[in-house]
């Protein structure tokens, strides 16, 4: 952690962002940081999301909207080119923007840079799922104005936008105010965001997304009439097809004509009213997406008018009721408590409520690195979704993972050409991709990450657990688990060492820092459970599922000599361990590399990857997040608490946290070996790495996968909760200064509550009939008849944090080296 | 070898190329190998060079003529970007065409693709220098016209190309011919060329060139007046310029008329001849070159007029006399003799033939990878020159060697850039490149091949050892080997493993089969000569040139710790050793890893890097060419017989062979340790190389290092001559199956000819006074006086050739595997 970006008690300014347990308020405009609060107030569903750009349509850092999935496939040119590598380049679409609604006062527009902002307010609100922003104008000509407006994305029509515009006159005599609602091409457009991307060329970040060159999106339709305005495309390369419809009504006693117009690119929807003082003018907007792989885009339309159709009898209030009805469902499922804490419990809710934006309607699809705030990583989904965000899906909103899981086993053709053409047998799936198709241009840390394929079987064994949802795995999930086994089994070779071992050479783990190893530690503890998970959900197959067993056996062409490599490999897999520092190598060389002086690296010169050639970054003991440690979450239950400890030790000196995914692991763990402020101080840098931009780049979207490690955080790390092969064990870790954490987990059915304080936790049933759950050691049963409360013992509690020691080897910051450094001993497992 | 390709007795047609010692004759026009012969009848002298396109200038493969150096730049675009990528893309330009001569009779051009030849011939004649051909031709109206035409670049005149053609008409009345003496600028028009480079979209081969996109050549200047043409040209980026001047005579009895005229891609002078029977029409075309890095085109076609002007003066028959003196004297310094071998003898001259094209005339310039003969890898440099073919330059013409190195001496302040970019000390000189700035767009078989540096001041040492030049070493050369001694004691580091060893990570061997690795033998071999041969230069510095050492102290700011720094780390290298095989690993981990199956991998998946991704070949124990058995030759003072042996054994049968670099190698270290059928057979697949098209890219241009590897093969291979740190000695493998081998070394300023026949050698001073040289143990000095005869003993035999050997670990045909490889011993240095 002395290497973690320094973190004030409160890194929030709270005379702009005031603490507020239920919304994020920000009240004061400022043009300063728009790229940052266009990803804070962005609103969403999984399916459609909006960045919280200002409704006039100005002053923007990046104008977005985005739909899960749609996006446009370009040629990958490589400057040296080589086989495998990948060519289909996919970059999620800046789809047409029907967010502006902009206003003119005596054909005054709007604008909130320069404008003359008497009061601002704007909000968004997680138990109403809405944004709300409220203003007072003065015009240039003096006039008083008050605006109130509303958006948001609908969780219950997934294909529905609502936005309302109020605006009402506070002085003076008449005047024309004309409100122009339109939706904008902004991908073939001339704005902000193509100027940004088209900078990209010099301050290069690889973490942004590609720019696409030539118009994407195809005009095939577009048309305005009854109050409505429709566009409708395909995409150039992709071919995918979207149609957006939005329908205008106004409400007011002004006297008011109506106009509209419509082109290619634009439409415009404009009401010029003659406003009187105190007399409010209501605009409200209702926008209906949807989108294809190929349907027309006038059948598409078609569909947006259906949705848009059913508004229109329910009226936009009703949509915003069913907004915080399905809301009030969501926080009752997911919500985390932590009492007394006013500033954590809001920023917990935060991200929670981005959890729920990026992944509740995804459906189809997967969930992006960035949910749906922005284009960074182009919209691509990584392993992210099922190790930091499945985990809260599974537990609070089992349908959602489902839904994630599902959109895998659609990808898993795709996965089986890829590993073809990587020359291995069963299912390789892609590092990034949108549309199956590996979209990684960087091998050492795309391809090479063959983890991912241990990853989402992972995922998918801890959801079929924690449901019991064992139908979902006989009919279709099996699959995904006998053909990664199989690819492990393929990839990995035998070796005599004495001792009979199985090897997996020439891979990346997680940690991005160090490349294409040989018997790199999380890989292979993940392998081996990806292979012991495919067996087992034979043998479940076998004796529950006669039938689909059958299928199986003959679908995959499965053969017995097959079952019994994958169980030999497993039991022999080699995982690396070094007998004199009691620890995990993360690579059977790791230490043997020199040790990067961290302490002695400027600040200036963080995050290392902007700043160091891969091969320097490479040679080193430094890590960008801490594999061996996540490891140890995943499969904890491999491993001794001594072992934890002493690999915590070693490597948590090591780690820069230069990936958001990195705190939330190490806070983790640091709970469970017992260092209780490191894991508050590791919390705090990922709670807040978005809504205080710790990592300088929130400007491109949220950082889905560290919120969904917020939640891990929370309930596996202070909450000691862990789910080993079906068990359900609770083992807190309540900090010191929290008098009480409370959250939900949703376990085969039935939604327990768990309450935590000092020394004591009470278990309650709150849906369904019993939970079986491990406290401490102790098995109880928790019925709907009564919760259950419970003693704790002490947990365990280290002083301070992992000094960075000044182990030999390495280079001094005079330039010097100490002249040794640790022999590396790989033992095979007993 | 079982793995090489397939090599039949005479891989050439004899009856379309038939033998002759001195030339390269062609019998039989084909238009389906274009490609291939453009190459093989190039002509060139190291600035210049001229593919063997017909003089028509149509039916081509690629028209290419090439200045060595003169560039395009161009960004590169990385698909995914990293820190210290190379940045700056260099790509040889294809200037403009003078070689065009287009003939018409009654209007009717010749093209030889459809023409009804009566007699076709080509030669290259490689003691003229000059490229022949003898066509009689019957045009469609039934006249039969001879055509003999001369094509020379010059090796006296660095800028100057002359090219004759001589037309009789055989038979019947009177006849209109036309003869259009031309210069185009290809680089920017529409043929041949660009339509190759544009398809390599699709069939990709990493190996060839880059193709540049928008005009390359801005045109500056053109006209034409008093027989001449001109054209002169700014490159768009790059900033380079070029001017070409053609100077155009006529020989004839017969009535003509003479036309020009020029625009800014084209130059055309007419002659229009009413040709009567017998009466031969010679037309003179002398062209001159001058290129610079920013001097005004005009100025450059200014010094391409003094220079024709003065071969006005003198006539073009003086400068092809001037041809054959100047390669008189190179045979007499260079030819090797293989007695009664009649077909290689052709292939072992059409070789140095090459080399000489290739350097001589290349002074301020490298030696790129495929001489001026093609446009692949771009025209650029690599650690070829240095290790292929400055050998042959240093011990035949020194001077040519030591411009090599001076280019090199010229790039230093860039590669002081680079180092700082990789965060090293020192200089690191560029994996590819024209400029001096790395232009290698693929890291990992790019810049981390470090060994550059050492490649560099390998050759450095070796031409000082054998010039005795140590002026040049004092005035300017020994800041090489400093700046590169820095670089490896500052990317090194120590540790201690009971024993305190220096080690070096992550770095790429010249085996591009494996990269980034730890300890790979061949650069830690090749890193302690480099710091062992800085710490000699200044010894000797310091004892002779008192002045320079004092200032090389001061304009290096050298420190004494410095030096005991590179010493011990020279002394303390690790260099893997493995006890139980007895052999070198290639790095650290390589007999970790998994053994491909080579003998059952279909030709149809060779070479490897085409059919494989990288991520899948890396992790396997097979070679592209074999680094140890490189440094078994480079080094070979530092091994032991049976060491070379047992490695030789080992690292064989896992090479592949797909780089052209391996052959030269594996026949070189063949014959040493006996196996002489297969140091022959090696030996034929590197001297038919082009010849013959066993690499199927020869029309990309000739494989320059290969060609360097025959002369090392013949005299340090089958010769056994070794220079070790300037220790001339002779240990002759002479194959049973010749009867003799003649070759000559200059060595420090006195030409030897070194005679082999079965058990005998005699040594000939030619030039010069004495020489000390070492024969098989026996130290003697040979003068001018008289020659000397010594008595050989045998040579070690060895039946055959390495097995493949069923080693443990091999993954078998079937895909079933054995289930143990060998375990790795590293062993720190005795």
Known sequence: MSHGRALVDDPIDRSRFPVDEWQLTETRYDGSDLGVTETLFAVGNGYLG???????????????????????????????????????????????????????????PLLLSVADLRHYERRLDFREGVLYRDVEWQSPSGRRVRIRSKRMVSFAERHLAVMTYEVTLLDGDDVPINISCQMLNRQDGQDEYHVRDAAMGEGFDPRRSEALTGRVLVPEDHWHRDGMSALGYRAHSSGMTIGVVSDHTIDTENPYQEFADSDEDLTRHVYRVQARVGVPITVTKAVSYH??????????????????????????????????????????????????????????????????????????????????TGSGYSGHYFWDSEVYILPFLTYTSPQFARN?????????????????????????????????????????????QYHIDADIAHALRQYVNATGDTDFLAREAVDILVETARMWADLGFWRENGDNTFHIHGVTGPDEYTTVVNDNMFTNVMARANLRGALRALKLLKRDYPAEYEQ???????????????????????????????????????????????????????????????????????????????????????????????????????????STLSAVV???????????????????????????????????????????????????????????????????????????????????????????????????????SSARIDVCGNEVNVTADEPIVMELPDPPRLIGSPEVRDIEGTRRADGTRMTATVPTLIEPPA
């Open 666 to 768: 190490q806070s983790i763990i640091a709970s469970e070996v017992g260092y209780q402020e490191l894991a508050l101080d590791y919390f705090r840098s990922a709670v807040f790495v978005d809504l205080a931009d710790l990592h300088r780049n929130a400007s491109d979207g949220v950082h889905t996968a560290s919120i969904g490690g917020v939640w891990n955080a929370l309930v596996c790390g202070f909450g000691g909760f862990r789910d080993y092969v079906g068990n359900f064990t609770l083992d807190p870790r309540l900090p010191e200064v929290w008098k009480g954490l409370s959250f939900k987990l949703t376990l085969e059915g039935t939604r327990v509550r768990v309450d935590l304080k000092h020394g004591q936790v009470t278990l309650t049933v709150e849906e369904g």
């Open 291 to 372: 989108t294809s792989r190929g349907v027309p885009s006038r059948e598409l339309i078609d569909r947006c008018l259906m949705t848009l159709e059913r508004v229109r009898e329910g009226g936009a209030d009703a949509e915003f009721r069913r907004q915080r009805e399905w809301l009030d469902a969501f926080w009752e499922r997911s919500d985390v408590v932590i009492e007394d804490q006013p500033e954590l419990q809001q920023a917990v809710r935060w991200n929670l409520f981005q959890l729920a934006q990026a992944t509740a309607r995804a459906e189809g699809n997967g969930i992006p690195a960035k949910g749906l």
């Open 404 to 448: 994630a899981l599902r959109f895998r086993y659609t990808m898993l053709d795709a996965a089986r050409e890829r590993a073809v053409e990587l020359n291995q047998e069963g299912a390789l799936f892609p590092w990034r991709t949108i549309n199956g198709q590996e979209a990684s241009a960087y091998y050492a840390a795309g391809t090479a």
């Open 552 to 658: 199986v056996w003959r679908r995959l062409r499965l053969r017995e000599e097959e079952l019994s490599e994958w169980h030999r490999a497993a039991e022999r897999m080699c995982i690396p361990y070094d007998e004199r520092l009691g620890i995990h190598p993360q690579d059977a060389q790791f230490l043997e590399k020199e040790l990067w002086d961290l302490p002695n690296t400027p600040a200036e010169k963080r995050p290392l990857l902007l700043h160091y050639h891969p091969l320097v970054i490479y040679r080193f003991q430094v890590l960008k997040q801490a594999d061996v440690v996540l490891a140890l979450f995943l499969q904890g239950d491999e491993f001794t608490a001594e072992e934890k400890l002493a690999n915590f030790d070693y490597y948590d000196p090591l780690t820069t946290g230069d």
């Open 50 to 108: 909006m960045r919280g750009n200002v409704e006039e349509g100005r002053d923007s850092y990046a104008h977005g909207t985005f739909i899960n999935g749609f996006h446009e496939t370009w040629r990958i040119r490589h400057a040296e080119e080589a086989y495998g590598f990948a060519r289909v380049g996919q970059t999620i679409v800046n789809v047409p923007d029907a967010k502006v609604i902009r206003i003119y006062i005596d054909d005054e």
